[in-house]
């Protein structure tokens, strides 16, 4: 007989709990959701108040066979999943498929799994609150009546295998929406003037507040300045403090660790999850920047040990977000004692960061002495306009929360930004005389907006009041997967820009180049999400309507808070939202499917179209004729090339591809362009070209390297394989030698020589080694997963949609 059977949701988190609990307690997960809306037309019934019906998925069978029979035993089953929307639902999804009394169940909650925080919890359970799991149902069915009514419009209209969904669209449109605004952008330049004096063996170095729009404007300045004196006119030393960032939330979690770390938001959550589920952090989502009492002493005392009773200076945040659902705490380390948190090195360093960041939130502001000195320039012809250069200096006078940390800056943050502390300045006084060493006049160009990165659209998302914590990776992870964004570098190009210098009297201008535009782990849109944004637009405004997602989310928040009824919201929405379903069947398939005629060919006389197609954009040179034979002539765009900005010279280059570069070992060796970039094909293989070789200019002696080290690659990780069973092979890997048998990847044990196994070994091992299957398989499934399940369900129906996919016509870029 069990006493107490606690039940949580991941295996880690199972393990830890415990520990902590006594004999009496036997702790058991269940591996996530346990229930979810079938596929088909039956999950929701809408004429009966959106009655949904839930099935128990079939992975998790097994599991709740366990769970039943456990909980049949016990005297008190104790239901522990996270203390959010989620979590409230998979405890009342527990309790419908064990079919748990509820005199015997209870409900807990904690933020942090700590020995105290368990104990507190059991000591004062509570049933299930069903405005949370209302909340939960009402995002989950009305998620799933926008994909499974819109995505269908989509395969219908412009190609099979789209989807849509309330979130993702608008995380999608806010991509499209940044990428025609950097299109669209002109660059303008201007004239900054910095000079550089000696004084007393150091640089001073100082700036003219204004810039000039020509480089006339800017080489008469300099001209002006020949032979002219220049002195320290007034000196502004004035006190400043600077107040250290509040405690982690979700999304600025995100934000810092790409920031500092360079994870993506996925990998954040990832990491995080184990960190929260091995009791060393704070749940870890969250829209509270809340510190409990019991954290900020100890966080006070950490402090006082490592840096002594000034540096304390205990701060109470308040979250801005009308929104915030989870309103209990900000993510903290569970213990401000401990400076190791995991001996993994990405979760020791994202436990560093969180360690550091909640640590100055309660440590003194920093002190600093900012000083500006104004430097008269006195012109041999009179005076004029621009007769002031300005430096600053800034001197820290007591380092405060500096001692810890420092809040990194997003790319459209850091020209503007000002907070930096600057250099000190050399010892200066006023009516001091300044020796010229060296004055510029650089020639500097605006610059677009940059592009989202992951952690920069989250930051974008959270700041319209779209999504939420738990959406907010899952909706950055299915833009990527759906193929309507893709992260990506892109190179920048070269670009000239003036310099005009004042040297020794003397004035020389010079033409320099630079790389601009450069891009690292950028978000791109592709054409599909091009094509489909606009036709959203037009035809279901309100679905992708930035407002109208936000003002969604506040409506969960008020049925969460019990002061709405979900059916209601529903049935609000959706009324609306069919009838914008049935009349789009009058929309013509034509006027969206993106194409653009870019005009004639000059040397054959046939038109040429770009259109999108099943493998993505490409363009066409001519239609088929069926009397002569003749067929069109197909060619995929490249990385970076826009339907919507494509010239007829451009889709003229594409159609030089494919070419063949030559021959090797009697086979041609032709050079084109793919579905994942440019490559060599020869004799049936394919061989990826790399960023620095042009297929329209590779050359015969590059082509046949390229093929040679592929094969000697390829030779060096086989090991062994098996020809009455091709599927089972023996491999060389980053991490050492490993078997691969189908789609498993099997460790070989120590002892055995990967060169000596038999396959019977091989298949044994394979036999031996469980699938990958679920949210934490292996370690954890990634975190930024866990609330996904909404979304991928939504979309689970699509595989069967393929099929015509087989029959659309002029497939041609297949084969790029």
């Avoid at 929701?44 to 839930?54: S, V």
């Avoid at 295998?161 to 990428?179: F, T």
């Avoid at 040397?603 to 034979?629: H, I, M, N, S």
Wanted: charged residues 30%.
């Amino acid at each position: 007989m069990i006493k107490n059977l606690v039940i949580v949701e991941s295996p880690a988190k199972a393990k830890t709990i415990e520990g902590y609990l006594g004999k009496d307690f036997v702790v058991k997960s269940s591996f996530g959701h346990v229930r979810d809306l079938p596929k088909g037309n039956n999950a929701i019934d809408i004429q009966n108040g959106f009655k949904p019906t839930y099935v128990v998925s079939s992975d998790k069978k097994e599991v709740i066979s366990q769970l039943k029979k456990l909980a049949k035993e016990a005297e008190l089953v104790w239901l522990a999943s996270d203390d959010d929307r989620e979590g409230e639902a998979i405890s009342w999804h527990l309790t419908e498929a064990l079919d748990l009394n509820h005199t015997k169940t209870r409900r807990i909650v904690f933020r942090e799994i700590t020995k105290n925080a368990i104990l507190n919890a059991i000591s004062s359970p509570r049933g299930i609150d069903m405005d949370l799991v209302n909340a939960q149902q009402a995002r989950r069915i009305l998620d799933r009546l926008v994909g499974f009514e819109l995505s269908p419009v989509l395969w219908k209209k412009i190609k099979t295998g789209l989807s849509a969904g309330r979130v993702q669209s608008v995380a999608v449109r806010l991509v499209v929406e940044r990428e025609r605004e950097i299109e669209r952008f002109k660059a303008e330049a201007t004239f900054r003037v910095t000079a550089k004096f000696d004084v007393q063996g150091k640089t001073l170095e100082a700036e003219l507040p204004a810039k000039f729009k020509t480089e006339e404007e800017a080489q008469a300045f300099l001209q002006r300045c020949l032979g002219a004196s220049y002195t320290i006119d007034n000196l502004e030393t004035k006190p400043l403090k600077r107040s250290p960032a509040p405690p982690f939330t979700t999304s600025t979690l995100q934000q810092e660790a790409s920031r500092k770390l360079y994870f993506s938001v996925a990998q954040t959550m990832t990491v995080a999850q184990r960190l929260y589920e091995a009791g060393k952090i704070s749940y870890m989502r969250t829209d509270s920047l809340n510190l409990s009492d019991e954290a900020i002493q100890g966080a006070a005392n950490a402090i006082k040990n490592s840096f002594g009773e000034r540096f304390v200076k205990t701060r109470k945040f308040k979250t801005k977000s009308q929104g915030a659902q989870e309103a209990h705490e900000a993510i903290r380390p569970t213990d401000f004692s401990a400076l190791v948190g995991s001996t993994d090195r990405n979760e020791q360093r994202l436990y560093e960061l969180i360690w550091k960041r909640a640590i100055a939130s309660q440590m003194a502001d920093a002190e600093i002495e900012k000083t500006t000195a104004s430097i008269a320039i006195g012109f041999k012809q009179g005076p004029g306009d621009h007769n002031r250069l300005v430096a600053t200096g800034e001197v820290i006078k007591f380092e405060g929360f500096l001692k810890v940390y420092i809040e990194s800056k997003d790319d459209e943050d850091a020209e503007t930004a000002d907070d930096d502390v600057k250099g000190m300045l050399p010892p200066l006084s006023i009516g001091q005389q300044l020796q010229l060493r060296q004055m510029q006049a650089l020639e500097r160009y605006s610059r677009p907006a940059p592009r989202y990165t992951e952690a920069s659209l989250v930051k974008k998302l959270e700041e319209m009041g779209i999504g939420r914590p738990s959406t907010y990776a899952p909706t950055i992870s299915t833009v990527q997967k759906r193929g309507y964004v893709e992260k990506d570098s892109r190179d920048g190009k070269e670009r000239r820009f003036r310099v005009l210098t004042l040297q020794n009297d003397d004035i020389t201008s010079q033409t320099k180049t630079e790389i601009t535009g450069a891009e690292k782990n950028k978000l791109f849109p592709t054409d599909t999400a091009m094509v489909v944004n606009d036709f959203l637009i037009e035809h279901f405004p309100t679905v992708i309507d930035y407002s109208f997602t936000a003002n969604v989310e506040a409506e969960f928040d008020e049925i969460a808070h019990g002061t709405k009824e979900w059916e209601s919201m529903l049935d609000n929405f959706y009324q609306k939202f069919h009838k914008r379903i049935e009349s789009s069947e009058n929309i013509s398939r034509a006027d969206v499917s993106g194409a653009r005629e870019l005009g004639v060919d000059p040397a054959t006389g046939k038109t040429v179209v770009a259109k999108l197609g099943r493998f993505g954009p490409y363009v066409q040179l001519g239609e088929e004729d069926t009397e002569t034979g003749t067929k069109p002539i197909y060619a995929s765009l490249r990385k970076g090339q826009f339907i919507e900005s494509l010239t007829l010279e451009d889709a003229l280059e594409l159609f030089k591809l494919p070419r063949i570069v030559g021959t090797y070992e009697d086979k041609d060796m032709t050079a084109a362009i793919g579905r994942f970039g440019p490559y060599i094909r020869h004799n049936s293989k394919f061989y990826s070209l790399p960023k620095t070789i042009d297929p329209l200019t590779v050359t015969p002696d590059e082509a046949i390297a390229l093929i040679e080290a592929k094969r000697k690659a390829d030779a060096e990780k086989l090991i062994k394989e098996f020809p009455e069973n091709p599927d089972v092979q023996v491999l060389n890997g980053r991490f050492g030698p490993y078997i691969v048998a189908g789609k498993k990847n099997v460790k070989i044990p120590k002892g055995k020589e990967p060169s000596e196994l038999t396959l019977q070994e091989c298949l044994d091992l394979a036999e031996a080694t469980p699938e990958k299957k679920g949210r934490f398989a292996k370690k954890a499934a990634p975190a930024a997963e866990k609330k996904a399940p909404a979304e991928k369900k939504t979309t689970a129906k699509k595989p069967a949609a393929k099929k015509p996919a087989a029959k659309t016509t002029k497939a041609a870029p297949k084969k790029k």
